[in-house]
Structures are given as structure tokens and as C-alpha cells.
Nanobody, 119 residues
């Protein structure tokens, strides 16, 4: 399985952007999937996670501004970002932790897509 992100770019503060992630050769049918980001000089941080059981997790810094979702076919994962701030700048990575069998977990990462918020 390969995760491929798209949708990054440059946007002004207050603007919106939507990131997409496709799992080649599979669908987001189980486990937990979401988005992380890494800013220069900072560790990678968890931004938003969607559990197939129906639960969500958002970082405090993006709560109310970002929304993680999949399409009905679960072929694509999205991160809708609004009211973007300068501090949202970074490389955004798609992540999927997928159950394999009864007791194994496999983690997949995308290559990352750059989001730059700048005036």
C-alpha cells in the first residue's frame, strides 16, 4: 500500500485548503487514518485522526478549523483546513494504521505535501 497526498500549496492567513490522500491498491476500510504535520525544526505532530469505529481526534491547535473525513467509498482521505494561520505552515503527512490479522498493526505514511501560510 502506498499513500499519496495532494492539495498542498500556498495560502494567505484566513484562507482555506483541502488535502487529499489516496491509498493505492486499497481502501481506508479499517483502523485509524489521519494527518500529521512537521514544521521546520519541530517534531512531527498529530493533527487529526479518524477511527473507522467512528471516533475522531483533533489537536487543540486545529480544533474547530480542520475536518478529517473519507469519501463514501473510502478511497480517499481528506483534511479540510479553514481559517489558516501562519503556524499551520509545514509538511503534512497522510498516515494509516491498519490492522493486519488478529493482532498485528501496520503503519503507512505518505511522502508529505507542503502547506505554506503566508501573507
Amino acid at each position: 500500500v502506498q499513500l499519496v497526498e495532494s492539495g498542498g500549496g500556498m495560502v494567505q492567513p484566513g484562507g482555506s485548503l483541502t488535502l487529499s490522500c489516496v491509498a493505492s491498491g486499497s481502501t481506508f476500510d479499517d483502523g485509524a487514518m489521519g494527518w500529521y504535520r512537521q514544521s521546520p525544526g519541530q517534531p512531527r505532530e498529530r493533527v487529526a485522526i479518524l477511527h473507522q469505529s467512528g471516533g475522531y481526534m483533533y489537536a487543540d491547535s486545529v480544533l474547530g478549523r480542520f475536518t478529517v473525513s473519507t469519501d463514501d467509498a473510502k478511497k480517499s482521505l481528506y483534511l479540510q483546513m479553514s481559517s489558516l494561520k501562519l503556524e499551520d505552515t509545514g509538511v503534512y503527512f497522510c498516515n494509516w494504521v491498519r490492522p493486519i490479522g488478529d493482532s498485528d498493526l501496520r503503519t503507512y505514511w505518505g511522502q508529505g505535501t507542503q502547506v505554506t501560510v503566508s501573507s
